[in-house]
């Protein structure tokens, strides 16, 4: 799957994932390769992506996720704080 995080700044993160957790306003959620077309709020939460080489958290404010073909796009107002990487 292709991900892109992007603030009205900057594109934060662009490339291939394995899954993407979010911070939706109902609730989290998590989306995995082939998931259905969607479009969502998010609230100020920690979102997740993995990759090949560990586990990546980005703390965000609210923002919009658009997820179609295996293309995530999530819209930002801004981070929360800086992206940490934690362990497998």
Do not use: C, R, W
């Not at 995080?5 to 900057?10: E, G, L, Q, Y």
């Not at 082939?34 to 969502?40: D, E, P, R, V």
């Not at 560990?54 to 923002?63: C, R």
């Not at 295996?70 to 362990?87: K, M, R, Y």
């Amino acid at each position: 799957m292709h991900l892109e995080i992007i603030t009205p700044d900057k594109t934060l993160f662009n490339g291939e994932v394995e899954s993407v957790t979010l911070p939706g306003s109902k609730g989290s959620f998590q989306v995995l390769k082939n998931h259905a077309a969607l479009i969502s709020s998010l609230s100020e939460g920690k979102l997740k992506y993995v990759q090949n080489d560990g586990i990546h958290e980005i703390m965000i404010n609210k923002g919009m996720v658009e997820v179609l073909k295996n293309n995530i796009i999530v819209l930002v107002e801004s981070l929360v704080s800086a992206e940490e990487e934690t362990g497998n």
